[in-house]
């Protein structure tokens, strides 16, 4: 039996931007294809405090409320011409005056998905992936995924990729990947990345015997998903390479439309640490990248 649907779905953080519209666009179509609501979000951020305090005038908090409605309004319309016509999805408007990312944080607990725009405007705007995506990536209750301001891949074509490792961030991101995979009637391309730069160089390590191995493992591990999910085509990638290179390449070289990977694993073994491998992708491809936050 299926865990029930949490109350607001597939949550989608609104401020206005080309990576925040690409992001309700995204949102949107994945709702459809998964039969469950959408949220539409956006914090009013309120001016920074002053010393000597400085009241603001009630026009500015009037000004900041229709901005926020505008938004809202924009981003449903983005939300409803983005679902097929045969689908039915429940959309809902949410705003709250708060920091971005806090409030994102705490709706994770009632979302089944965050989605974020890769950068933003304003506040939203910080840093290389923008300060409120950062945050919620690695804090978050519930899967991530960041979109950026490009154009939104058709789920008709490309595979889905994921990072595999055996460390339960990657049984969870596995998870996600299939059902996306299955979701989209896409082939599923699994990379293992073997990496233990502990043996690599010494003179008795025996890549072949290792790569066997690995294969086995790999293998057993998406058995079980590839029973459930029989409809999906799995495609295993095994490499000795640097996790985060050969995620990046292969979605290149495979043309895949969507990148899932743990928040963690096993350090040196694969590297899917959020802040090094997980980081380092969400910086450098192009496509929606779902991070596999654990509840």
């Not at 500015?60 to 097929?84: G, N, S, T």
């Not at 889905?160 to 991101?173: I, N, T, Y």
Request: glycine share 6%.
């Amino acid at each position: 039996m299926s865990a029930p649907v949490k109350q607001l779905g597939i949550v989608v953080a609104v401020d206005g931007s080309p990576a925040s519209n690409a992001a309700v666009v995204w949102a949107a179509r994945d709702a459809a294809m998964r039969s469950i609501p959408l949220t539409l979000f956006h914090a009013v951020v309120t001016p920074t405090s002053t010393w000597p305090p400085v009241p603001y005038p009630d026009s500015l908090l009037v000004k900041l409320e229709d901005d926020c409605r505008q938004q809202l309004a924009h981003a449903f319309k983005l939300a409803e011409e983005a679902i097929p016509a045969d689908r039915k999805v429940t959309i809902t408007k949410e705003f709250v005056y708060s920091s971005p990312a806090l409030a994102l944080i705490k709706l994770s607990d009632d979302a089944e998905m965050i989605v974020v725009g890769s950068s933003g405007r304003g506040l939203l705007a910080r840093g290389v992936l923008g300060s409120v995506s950062s945050t919620v990536v690695r804090h978050a209750n519930c899967p991530v995924a960041v979109i950026r301001d490009e154009d939104v891949p058709d789920p008709q074509h490309g595979p889905v990729l994921v990072g595999v490792d055996g460390s339960p961030a990657s049984e969870l991101a596995t998870a996600i990947a299939f059902e996306q995979a299955s979701l989209r009637g896409v082939d599923l391309v699994a990379l293992h990345a073997w990496s233990d730069v502990a043996v690599l160089g010494l003179p008795a390590f025996d890549w072949e015997a290792v790569k066997a191995e690995a294969e086995r493992s790999l293998a057993e591990n998406l058995a079980g998903w590839q029973e459930r999910y029989p409809d999906v085509t799995v495609r295993r990638v095994l490499v000795r390479d640097l996790p985060a290179q050969q995620l990046i390449q292969q979605t290149k070289s495979i043309e895949a439309q969507l990148v899932v990977v743990g928040s963690h694993g096993r350090g040196g073994l694969t590297g899917l640490i959020l802040g090094s491998v997980s980081n380092t992708v969400l910086h450098s491809v192009r496509v929606p990248v779902i991070v596999a936050r654990p509840r």
